[in-house]
């Protein structure tokens, strides 16, 4: 049975993948820093259009001229963004009133708000920090954060897909699916700060890089976070090549391993006659692998790369979803965690 919230969740749930969709097509448009404050643009609450608006931007903000285009892509997703912590904020107040229902998930309601407000404070310091990576990557993951909360919640108010009967076969699968799910994550996270490191066509040939299978490479540089100092415009990237080649190849070994890892479980839940979802795990890891493929062979055509961020939200979806799905029934959980108790009072 449905509890109250489930709609409003399920439209957040939506909103938040075209807000993650948005995101990545302004960073891919170079539109970070469309409006070069925060929350506003050029002091305006809307892009500057009429003479005087442009003559009072360009007075504001001498070393920025206004890029309509770019302003307007940067704005839309802050317009997108704002509508969506409104509706979290929703999600909020539904889960405070709904508190004394022992099975209604309140907490996780107010976690998503605490988790918009830092994103909110993250959408801030990608302007004012002129897009340092640090920042930018921990804005991304942040989005694909809210939009995995945003599932769960989706899937506990809906009172679908109940825990299934606890086998020895699936407690092994449930910990495959668990390692499954941190590998995607970290795939995620290494794609993001390939991203924001401009290092998507650091290689431009496949299977090899600069035709060779292991390319000069600069991984302390590549991947030290102390080393891009707060301060310069990082539009563009600031990285020289073997820094750059280093994330980049980074970022495929963890796509073969990825793909192994995802295939497994795919095998494993085809096993278990959980068939719906391992196609649907294994459609989403095929479609990520292909446009992955393309945004090298092709030197990251806008549509492939937005596609390419799109659909690694949709397989770490997925792979969430088949965690819910393999879950232990909540008896279970309150029995462990009740054994570590009942094993220090007998020794008491």
């Known amino acids: ?7 409003l969740a399920l439209a957040g749930l939506l909103l938040c993948f075209i807000v993650v969709i948005l995101g990545a097509y302004t960073r891919l448009v170079h539109a970070g820093l469309g409006c070069p404050d925060w929350p506003g643009c050029y002091g305006f609450l809307t892009v500057p259009q009429s003479d005087h608006a442009l003559e009072t931007a360009q007075l504001r903000f001498p070393d920025d001229p206004v890029e309509a285009f ?9 317009y997108a963004a704002g509508t969506l912590g409104l509706l979290i904020l929703g999600l909020a107040v539904i889960g405070i009133r709904q508190r004394r229902d022992p099975g209604y998930p309140t907490g996780l309601c107010v976690g998503l708000l605490a988790l918009v407000v830092c994103q909110a404070l993250f959408g801030m310091w990608t302007v004012t920090l002129k897009l340092w990576p640090q920042v930018v990557t921990a804005h991304l993951l942040g989005g694909f954060a809210t939009l ?3 599932l769960l919640l989706v899937l506990r108010l809906s009172g679908r897909l109940p825990a299934l009967h606890p086998t020895r076969s699936l407690t092994r699968l449930r910990l ?11 795939q995620i996270m290494l794609g993001g700060w390939t991203s924001t490191n401009y290092a998507a066509v650091a290689c431009i040939d496949l299977p090899t890089c600069h035709g060779e299978w292991w390319p000069e490479m600069d991984f302390h540089t590549g991947f030290n976070l102390l080393h891009q100092e707060i301060g310069p415009n990082y539009l563009g990237g600031m990285l020289e090549g073997p820094g ?10 963890g796509a073969l391993i990825t793909t192994f890892v995802v295939l497994l479980l795919g095998w494993q839940l085809w096993r278990a006659r959980l068939h719906g979802l391992a196609l649907l795990l294994c459609l989403a890891l095929t479609a990520q692998v292909g446009l992955g493929i393309t945004n090298v062979l092709a030197a990251l055509p806008l549509a492939v790369a937005v596609a390419h961020n799109g659909m690694a939200a949709l397989l770490l979806l997925c792979t969430l979803a088949v965690n819910y799905r393999v879950r ?12 570590p108790r009942r094993s220090l009072a007998s020794h008491a």
């Open 244 to 253: 750059r080649t280093a994330i980049h190849f980074t970022h495929r070994l």
């Open 70 to 78: 770019k302003a307007w892509a940067e704005m839309i997703h802050r």
């Open 148 to 150: 995995s909360l945003l």
């Open 176 to 186: 495959l699916a668990r390692f499954a799910l941190a590998v995607v994550i970290l």
């Open 328 to 339: 232990a029934p909540a008896a279970v959980r309150v029995r462990l965690e009740a054994r």
């Open 1 to 7: 049975m449905r509890k109250p919230g489930y709609n």
